[in-house]
């Protein structure tokens, strides 16, 4: 169907549902393959505009004793002024769960709400609908059909909102009350839908606590180095940050971000007479820390997740030199891999323009020099560019993480921690 198209009114003549019938279970199979929420509730909203030729229409998710708005889609006005300009006017917003708005009742009644004109509510219904969007749009919502997502068990997880079925008439786009044909399809939708968003919520929780594991692992390792907290994240943003303009995406992505994140987890296994030294190093000391990229490898060897499988190689290479004159491995030019070069130069980024334990931050411009000098010797020449090209990006991550004294004082002096900094 095209966005203009319809099923036929009421009274003008039969139509089938077996090919709506058909597109459900298609749908139902893309939704059960679909993890990220907010792709989920993209995907339920267009296929239910879609089914129902409905113009526009809203996905809430029930968030305790709230109605959360999380997307939505308007036709009319993605035609009139651009499908950026529309993204912009959505924003999340939260409603009280309670009868007074549509969405609202449809949730805590778990039953499905087919209005042919909201402007013309009876004055006896629970619920009104606000016109004050529609006035400083120049919309009109009309016909709307409005059903609770409700999962196995019965519990309302969210409510999607169809505004306006259109009928093209004679070339000429009308509104329409919903047919309420298309209400058990929809329902039948919503409840598929509700199954994925607990599947969806529930694997997203999982993965932020396992996330989670993986970031204090990390700053275990940095935590020993009189490394902070801050020192990773930076050096995960700027990683993003250059994986991003390099072409890295998607899952990727995301790998090179925790990836970065554990890049010096060997360290934990260095002696703290090393570790700690606060003078030069021997060489004998010298190549025992060299060691601690082999120690993160270790670790991390043997996960089947391709998370932990990017981390293990940016903990291996991320002290690879472009020409060959790094360790553990003396690997040179694109034989290091992509994450090993990216870490090793958000690294040294980081301890430039940082403040640390032993050394004010550098001037922008001494780094600025430093890294150009060390363009095709130490650092990949393309991911030098890309870095330069960004710098002032880089330094919106510096100062987002920046250091506080306090973030220091912990390690000059660990009797000045205070139980309160633990609780």
Known sequence: MTSRECLPPPGSGPFQLDGLAGQLVKVGLALSSTRELGELLELV????????????????????????????????????????????????????????SIAGFVALNSSILNIPDVYAIPGGAPYRFNRSWDASHDYRSRSMLTAPMMDQAGRVVGVLQLI????????????????????????????????????????????????????RLGVAAEYRDKETANHIKRVSEYSVLMGRRLGVTGDDLEYLRWGAAMHDTGKLGIPDSILHKPGPLTAEERSTMEYHTLIGALILKGGTNPLMRSSQVVSLCHHERWDGGGYPRGLAGEAIPLFGRIVALADVFDALISRRVYKPPFPLEKVIAILTGERGRHFDPAVVDILLENMEEACHIKDEYMDTDADFEKFRNYSLLKIEDVL
């Not at 998710?61 to 308007?74: A, K, M």
């Not at 919903?178 to 058990?184: I, V």
């Open 45 to 100: 909203l267009h296929e239910a505009r879609t089914m129902t030729n409905a113009d526009a229409g809203s996905v809430y998710l029930v968030e305790g004793n709230t109605l959360r708005f999380e997307t939505s889609h308007n036709q009319t006005l993605s035609e009139r002024l651009g499908e950026e300009t529309v993204r912009t006017m959505f924003k999340r917003f939260e409603l009280p769960l309670d009868a007074h």
């Open 164 to 215: 306006n079925a259109m009928h093209n008439a004679g070339g000429k786009p009308t509104v329409l009350p919903f047919d309420t044909r298309f209400e058990p399809i929809v329902a039948a939708l919503a409840s598929q839908a509700a199954v994925a968003i607990v599947n969806a919520k529930l694997h997203r929780d999982l993965q932020a606590a396992w996330l989670d594991s993986v970031f």
